[in-house]
């Protein structure tokens, strides 16, 4: 059985390996607290360790984290893997498949806003799909309250508004 923190990587990597969107912080920490692997604070160390040494990178949008596994990472998971015990991967692939969907809408259906050159609030809404973008919309607002709103409201409205403009457009 590998060291703790060694384990705690390669749980990381087999999960973001077995995926094809990234994971956020908070589906890591929920896999690994669950099931006891690791305290919060040992889980947020390993994986700030692990993006300094470039084996997962991070993509941070408004408030969450996302992580995929680098090419390094990949290639230090198959030297690896035997390591991780066949309890350990299927409870990984039972924890992957009872949360498929969240983890592809949180990573496919994307919402973030910023400040404009005009002081005025822009919200960029993006669908994506196997790494391509099939809609990005971005509105200008006055407040950063109504940006704000925009980003939240999006993961439940952009099927409909998807499918209006597909209407209206075709």
Same mark, same amino acid.
């Given at each position: 059985?590998?060291?703790? +923190?060694?384990?705690?990587? !390669?749980?990381? !990597? ?9 994971l956020t912080n908070? +589906? ?5 607290? $669950? ?8 889980? =947020? ?8 040494? +470039? ?21 230090? &998971? ?7 015990? $066949? ?5 990984? +692939? ?24 005009? =002081? ?5 809404? =993006? ?11 971005? &509105? ?24 209006? !403009? ?5």
């Open positions: 059985m590998p060291q703790p +923190q060694t384990l705690y990587k !390669l749980i990381i !990597l087999y999960m973001l390996d077995s995926v094809k969107h990234p908070s +589906q890591i920490a929920n896999f690994m607290l $669950d099931h006891d692997y690791t305290s919060y604070f040992h889980l =947020q160390e390993t994986i700030s360790d692990m993006t300094q040494s +470039q084996l997962i990178s991070a993509n941070f949008i408004r408030d969450t984290s996302y992580y995929k596994i680098t090419e390094e990472g990949t290639i230090t &998971l198959s030297y690896f893997t035997n390591e991780l015990s $066949d309890v350990i991967k299927e409870e990984i +692939q039972e924890y992957l498949e009872e949360h498929g969907a969240e983890i592809r809408n949180r990573a496919t259906i994307l919402a973030d806003y910023y400040k404009t050159t005009t =002081q005025e609030y822009a919200a960029r809404c =993006q669908v994506k799909e196997r790494n391509a973008t099939i809609m990005d919309l971005t &509105l200008t607002v006055p407040t950063e309250d109504a940006a704000k709103s925009i980003c939240r409201n999006w993961e439940n409205k952009c099927q409909d508004i998807y499918a209006y !403009l597909m209407e209206e457009l075709l």
